[in-house]
């Protein structure tokens, strides 16, 4: 059992249509106990991602506990600002607090000179879990798309209106391309160091993509995705590339057009229906499970997992929730739903 490839990468290959694989976003966090005590001696948020020995723990607590079939490396998006030299920190009960960027004259903070070595630990993580994990699972790195990661860095942190970087965008779009592109060769650095370091697959987190009217959706999602996926490629053709592109709609479409791209991560508020006829003929689907289900449990969790996987499991498909798990889940609903797939892909 634990020689055989990851389920999931034959699932990306296309060449296994048969088994569901199961991971969540968030898998790793505050719903697990067991996470909270190495986040309480952790000192703060950052300083737990940037130690290869607890980042490394955290990392598989959610294997250990539910055996998903890969663990994703337990990171942040925001690393990439506080790598590039803009001031993050994570404040409790608030979130990210940065040192809001809002004009030409503040992006000369922002230096790539030591982006792989302030990174380093992360690597460090990830080859230290591809050691310890068993064969048969897949380790994933990940990085935030351009688009998402500037909200934080313009906004200053999470935003209710995003009114500053839209307003940023839309009005002066020269400008604002050279934040976007400064933040396309990083995030390309980062996801290719990180393959580098032994990660099998890769997600970019465009969580805030479904923002953005049509014009821009184009200019600030979709270009610099497909920068970053042919730099990705030009180095490892063969990795698989997921893409979160949260609140896409229709548009999801165009992210899976985009060459390179192996599978595109769903958010809840799309029908199976409609991705079985739009998306999936043209890439793997990831999702679909609203959160909110899986906090909930019980019969309608149960029915509600039944008609994703018999909405989608005619095609490659991997099971996961339209966004991250929330911090109160019951750890007994999130055993239930892994038993569930388990068992629909055994039948
Ligand atoms: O211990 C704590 O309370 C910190 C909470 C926490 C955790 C567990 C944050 C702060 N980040 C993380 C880890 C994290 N973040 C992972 C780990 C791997 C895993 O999935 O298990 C990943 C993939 C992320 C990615 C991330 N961070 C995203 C993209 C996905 C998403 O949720 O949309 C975003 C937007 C962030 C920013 C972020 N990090 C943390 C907070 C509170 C926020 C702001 C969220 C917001 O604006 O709503």
Known sequence: MTTSN???????????????????????????????????????????????????????????????DAAIIFSDILVIPDALGQSVQFQEGIGPILEPLRDLSSLNCL?????????????????????????????????????????????????????????????????????????????????????????????????WAGLLPDSGFKKWCVYPIKKIVAGVRSEFPDIPIIIFPRLAGHRYIAIADIEGVTAVSVDHTISTDWLSKNLQNKVVVQGNLDPVFLLSGGAAMKSEVKRILEGLSGHPFIFNLGHGVLPSTPTDNVSELCEMVSVYRRS
């Open 6 to 68: 990851p389920i999931i990468l034959d699932v990306l290959d296309g060449k296994d249509v048969k088994s569901i694989p199961i991971w969540l976003m968030r898998q790793a966090g505050r719903y697990l106990e067991e996470y909270q005590a190495v986040r309480k001696i952790s000192g703060s948020f950052l300083d737990l991602c940037y130690s290869p020995k607890m980042a490394k723990r955290v990392t598989l607590q959610p294997i250990e506990r539910f055996n998903f």
């Open 111 to 207: 230096n790539m000179d030591n982006l792989t070595n302030h990174l380093s630990p992360v690597y460090e993580a990830i080859s230290d879990v591809r050691l310890e994990l068993t064969r048969d699972k897949a380790v994933i790195g990940f990085s935030g798309a351009p688009w998402t990661v500037a909200t934080y860095m313009v906004e200053g942190g999470s935003s209710k209106d995003f009114s500053n970087i839209k307003q940023w965008a839309y009005s002066s779009p020269e400008e604002f391309s050279i934040l976007i592109e400064i933040l396309i060769s990083a995030i390309t650095m980062h996801l290719l160091s990180q393959i580098k370091a032994g990660a099998d697959v890769i997600q970019i987190f465009d969580s």
